[in-house]
């Protein structure tokens, strides 16, 4: 069985409809995801998608 991951860089604050975005990640169960971001908002994270705090100069 093949894995698929996304990595998905994004420095800054993530758009207003971040959420949702996460929602669909969420119903796509057969994907990992993972966002490197410096934006400490608050959110419902799915199990599927990882989050790695890391600022733009590391």
Known sequence: MKKVAFIVP????LPNYFQLF???CRLN???KWIIVTD???S???P???QKID?????
């Open 10 to 13: 994004y420095f800054g604050k």
């Open 22 to 24: 996460l929602n669909s």
């Open 29 to 31: 169960k057969n994907f």
């Open 39 to 41: 934006d400490k908002t």
């Open 43 to 45: 959110y419902s994270w």
């Open 47 to 49: 199990q599927n998608v």
């Open 54 to 58: 890391m600022s733009f100069e590391d």
